[in-house]
C-alpha cells in the first residue's frame, strides 16, 4: 500500500529525525530545507543537521544523566541523530561530543539513500492546503516570511523577540531553614492556598553586596544578528532593572512588601527572592522575575549568595537569545498538533525545548506521530517517567499559569529529572549505616531509581507499539 506523503520543513536535528522516523515507518516524506537558496545568520553549509554552536551532545550517562538518558531511549528509539553521533564521536570525558562535519554529512547520506526520503531546497513561507500532514521543524532561526505566517495564524506575539529567561531551581535543593513559603499578602490566587512561593530573605547588608554583583558579573555578549530584536517589555533582565538604579529591584521583583518571615516575625526583610512552582509536580520552582543575561557561572556564584540558595541545583539557568517558539501548552495538543490547524505538528526548539539531543527527540516523536496518524492507527504518547514523555509533557501541559504570573512564562527547557515524577525516596543511609548528605550517593540512587523506571516504562512503551503495528 502507498501512503500519502507527509512533508517535513527544516533540515535541522528535529527536522532530519522526523524525516527518519517517517521513512523506516513506511511512510513518504519529502524535507525541505531552505539552504543555501536562502540562508541564515549562523550556518555555514548546507548540510542537514549541521551544528551551529558546540559539538557536544553533553553527558552520556544514562544512568545518572536525565539527557544521557535521553540519549539511550533515542537509541532504542532507532535514532538516526544518535546513530550518527556515535559514528562521529571525538574525545570528551563522559559526554558525548562530535565531529561536527563527520555528524552532518552522516544524517544527510543517510536522508539521500532512503528510498522514501525526497529533499526539496526551497523556502517554504506558506505550507499548501493540499498538504495535509506538515511537521514544522525550523528551529529559532524561523524564516521572517514563515514566521508570520504561524503568528498571524495562532495569534501570538512571541515568535521574535529576545527570550528572556529565568533560572529554575529544583525544590529540594532549597534550604527551607531560611526560606519560608507565603504568597504576598497571603493572598489566595487561582489554585493557590495563600503560602505558593518560596521566601528567601535578604538584609540591607546582603542586598547591597548581591546588586554589587550583579552590576559586576560578566555578561553575555549579543550576537551581531541579534542585537536589533526588542526585549520583551516585561521581562527586562535584572541586570538593567539594577543599572537604572540600587533600588529598582527592591521596589520590583525583589519588594518585601507584604512577607512576614515566620521565624523572625519583628525583623523586615530588606528585599526578598521570591520563587514560584513552575510545574505540576511541585519539583521546580522558578526565580520570579530573575531574567538575565550573566554568564553562566556567574550565575551560579551570585545567586548561591542569596540565603536560602547556597545550596541551589538549577534545572536550567538563565538566558538571554533571539528565539522563536510557540506558546506550545496553549497551541498545541498532545501529539504536537496546532489546535488552530490540526494538519500542522511541530518538531525540535519551536516548541519549546532547548538543545541538540532534546530539538532531535521531539522530532523523533512529531515523527512517529505523523507516521501512525498516516497509516491509520493511534499512538499513545510515551508515559511521562520517561525521558521522552516528560520533555514532551512539559512542552503539553506540564507548566503551570497563574492569573499573577503576568505574561505567559512557559519558556525553553532542557531535560531534567525535575521533570520527571518522583520516586520514592532512597533510604537516607547506605548499607553500612553512614548517613548519605546531601548530592551524595542518595542523590545518585535517586537518579538510577528514575532512569531504571524509564528504561523499563520505554521498552513497555515500544512493545505496544510494537503490538499495535501488528495488528
Known amino acids: 500500500m502507498t501512503l500519502k506523503t507527509v512533508h517535513v520543513i527544516g533540515g535541522g536535528l528535529a527536522g532530519s529525525e522526523a524525516a527518519w522516523q517517517l521513512a523506516q515507518a513506511s511512510v513518504p516524506v519529502v524535507l525541505h530545507e531552505m539552504r543555501p537558496l536562502r540562508a541564515t545568520p549562523v550556518h555555514k553549509t548546507d548540510g542537514l543537521a549541521e551544528l551551529v554552536c558546540s559539538n557536544s551532545f553533553r553527558s552520556d550517562d544514562k544512568d545518572h544523566n536525565a539527557v544521557g538518558l535521553l540519549h539511550e531511549e533515542m537509541r532504542r528509539l532507532g535514532s538516526l541523530v544518535m546513530r550518527a553521533a556515535d559514528a562521529n564521536q571525538v574525545p570528551a570525558g563522559g559526554a558525548l561530543a562530535v565531529d561536527r562535519n563527520g555528524f552532518s554529512a552522516a544524517v544527510s547520506a543517510a536522508l539521500a539513500a532512503h528510498p522514501l526520503v525526497k529533499l526539496e531546497r526551497a523556502e517554504v513561507s506558506l505550507p499548501p492546503d493540499d498538504w495535509d ?3 514544522i521543524a525550523t528551529g529559532p532561526l524561523t524564516s521572517p516570511d514563515l514566521a508570520a505566517t504561524i503568528r498571524s495564524l495562532t495569534a501570538e506575539d512571541a515568535l521574535a523577540f529576545f527570550d528572556a529567561i529565568a533560572p529554575i531551581v529544583h525544590c529540594d ?7 519560608w513559603f507565603q504568597s504576598r499578602y497571603d493572598k489566595v490566587g487561582s489554585g493557590g492556598s495563600g503560602a505558593d512561593y518560596i521566601n528567601c530573605p535578604l538584609s540591607r547588608e546582603q542586598y547591597d553586596a548581591f546588586i554589587d554583583a550583579l552590576l559586576a558579573g560578566d555578561k553575555t555578549v549579543f550576537h551581531d544578528w541579534e542585537a536589533s530584536t526588542p526585549y520583551f517589555d516585561g521581562c527586562l533582565p535584572i541586570e538593567v532593572m539594577a543599572e537604572r538604579g540600587r533600588e529598582t529591584l527592591r521596589h520590583g521583583p525583589m519588594k518585601p512588601f ?3 518571615n515566620p521565624r523572625r516575625p ?3 526583610p530588606y528585599a526578598v527572592v521570591q520563587l514560584r512552582q513552575d510545574n505540576k509536580l511541585g519539583t521546580l520552582f522558578n526565580m520570579v522575575g530573575f531574567q538575565t543575561k550573566l554568564k553562566h557561572g ?4 551570585i545567586f548561591r549568595g542569596i540565603p536560602g540558595l547556597q545550596n541551589a541545583e538549577f534545572a536550567r539557568l538563565g538566558g538571554l537569545h ?5 506558546n506550545s501548552p496553549k497551541l498545541l495538543d498532545d501529539t504536537l498538533r496546532l489546535k488552530a490547524n490540526p494538519r500542522w505538528r511541530f518538531a525540535g526548539q519551536i516548541t519549546g525545548c532547548e538543545g541538540y539531543v532534546e530539538s ?3 522530532g523523533l516523536i512529531a515523527g512517529r506521530f505523523a507516521a501512525a496518524e498516516r497509516r491509520g492507527e493511534t499512538l499513545l504518547a510515551p508515559p511521562p517517567t520517561t525521558a521522552h514523555g516528560a520533555l514532551l509533557a512539559h512542552i503539553t501541559g506540564g507548566h503551570i499559569e497563574t492569573i499573577d504570573a503576568g505574561p505567559s512564562s512557559f519558556q525553553p527547557m532542557n531535560v531534567n529529572f525535575g521533570l520527571f515524577p518522583p520516586v520514592p525516596e532512597p533510604a537516607a543511609y547506605d ?7 546531601r548530592g551524595s550517593a542518595k542523590n545518585l540512587a535517586r537518579k538510577s531509581a528514575l532512569s531504571q523506571r524509564a528504561l523499563d516504562d520505554l521498552a513497555r512503551w515500544i512493545g505496544g507499539e510494537t503490538a499495535a503495528a501488528a495488528e
Open 298 to 301: 556567574e550565575q551560579v556564584r
Open 431 to 437: 548499607r553500612d549505616g553512614r548517613k548519605f548528605g
Open 266 to 268: 519583628d525583623v523586615k
Open 133 to 135: 500532514s506538515v511537521i
Open 322 to 326: 533571539r528565539n522563536t517558539f510557540l
Open 360 to 362: 532531535a527527540a521531539v
Open 258 to 260: 507584604g512577607l512576614t
Open 173 to 179: 535543593s532549597i534550604d527551607l531553614d531560611q526560606a
